[in-house]
């Protein structure tokens, strides 16, 4: 018990000698005058909004850049990703009414789960299937919702080689017609999807999938990681009417 007073005693002399140096000498009242703008510079930064031209860590929400400079929240961004083509019609003897159907839900769907929550950006990853659909629903409730925005994320240049003549066309189209374009590699490597699909989960909040439940295939895992990391997510394939 002894020590320890003596300790505290000790202690004490050492906080008012330092008390008395700051106030007393001009290194002390120089020290103590740089403590104040660190910390009103420190306030600054966690909380001014508007500066996130030359502030570069913020405690704003994850950000990311369109062309112009227009800074693109990730909290109002929905990321897209679905079956190819011959899997969605798997079960189907008439794929063009099964496919007109999947157009109309995902319109639906991106209208009421997406952009009257507030949603703006929507990211396709472009494959044949589910992407394109997708892709061209956003495009067709821009002209009633000017301000979303599409971005085409496409995995590796050359990503439509092998389409087909009429998918070519509707890939090309819809990148003439996108807000933004981002092509994560120059040509295929193994793995370049599942580095695609890692790109619109770290990028978006949202995940709107077409998922038939068989656990396989890269929407299967692209769903898992998102359920992993509690990300919101609406399922086309069983909200379909």
Same mark, same amino acid.
């Given at each position: 018990?002894?020590?320890?007073?003596?300790?505290?005693?000790?202690?004490?002399?050492? +906080?008012?000698?330092?008390?008395?140096?700051?106030?007393?000498?001009?290194?002390?009242?120089?020290?103590?005058?740089?403590? /104040?703008?660190?910390?009103?510079?420190?306030?600054?930064?966690?909380?001014?909004?508007?500066?996130?031209?030359?502030?570069?860590?913020?405690?704003?929400?994850?950000?990311?850049?369109?062309?112009?400079?227009?800074? /693109?929240?990730?909290?109002?961004?929905?990321?897209? %990703?679905?079956?190819?083509?011959?899997?969605?019609?798997?079960?189907?003897?008439?794929?063009?009414?099964?496919?007109?159907?999947?157009?109309?839900?995902?319109?639906?769907?991106?209208? %009421?789960?997406?952009?009257?929550?507030?949603?703006?950006?929507?990211?396709?990853?472009?494959?044949?299937?589910? @992407?394109?659909?997708?892709?061209?629903?956003?495009?067709?409730?821009?002209?009633?919702?000017?301000?979303?925005?599409?971005?085409?994320?496409?995995?590796?240049?050359? =990503?439509?080689?092998?389409?087909?003549?009429?998918?070519?066309?509707?890939?090309?189209?819809?990148?003439? =017609?996108? @807000?933004?374009?981002?092509? +994560?590699?120059?040509?295929?490597?193994?793995?370049?999807?599942?580095?695609?699909? @890692?790109?619109?989960?770290?990028? %978006?909040?949202?995940?709107?999938?077409?998922?038939?439940?068989?656990?396989?295939?890269?929407?299967?895992?692209? +769903?898992?990681?998102?359920?992993? =990391?509690?990300?919101?997510?609406?399922?086309?394939?069983?909200?379909?009417?």
């Amino acid at each position: 018990m002894k020590t320890a007073f003596v300790y505290k005693r000790i202690y004490r002399l050492i +906080l008012w000698a330092s008390v008395v140096y700051f106030l007393t000498t001009t290194a002390g009242r120089f020290f103590a005058l740089s403590l /104040v703008v660190a910390s009103v510079c420190r306030l600054r930064v966690r909380t001014d909004n508007h500066s996130f031209n030359t502030l570069k860590f913020t405690d704003m929400e994850t950000r990311t850049w369109t062309e112009n400079g227009t800074p /693109v929240s990730k909290e109002k961004t929905v990321a897209f %990703s679905g079956h190819r083509t011959n899997r969605i019609a798997k079960f189907t003897a008439d794929r063009e009414k099964l496919f007109r159907e999947v157009a109309f839900d995902t319109f639906v769907a991106i209208e %009421s789960y997406c952009i009257k929550k507030g949603y703006d950006t929507f990211l396709s990853g472009m494959c044949e299937g589910f @992407d394109l659909i997708a892709a061209e629903e956003v495009l067709n409730l821009k002209k009633e919702y000017p301000h979303i925005r599409l971005k085409c994320v496409v995995p590796f240049k050359g =990503q439509a080689e092998r389409y087909t003549q009429a998918d070519k066309r509707r890939y090309d189209t819809i990148l003439a =017609q996108a @807000d933004e374009v981002v092509t +994560l590699q120059d040509g295929y490597t193994e793995g370049c999807f599942l580095r695609r699909n @890692d790109y619109l989960l770290e990028n %978006s909040a949202f995940l709107m999938v077409y998922y038939d439940a068989v656990a396989v295939g890269g929407t299967f895992y692209t +769903l898992k990681r998102a359920v992993e =990391q509690k990300k919101k997510f609406a399922n086309v394939c069983y909200n379909r009417r």
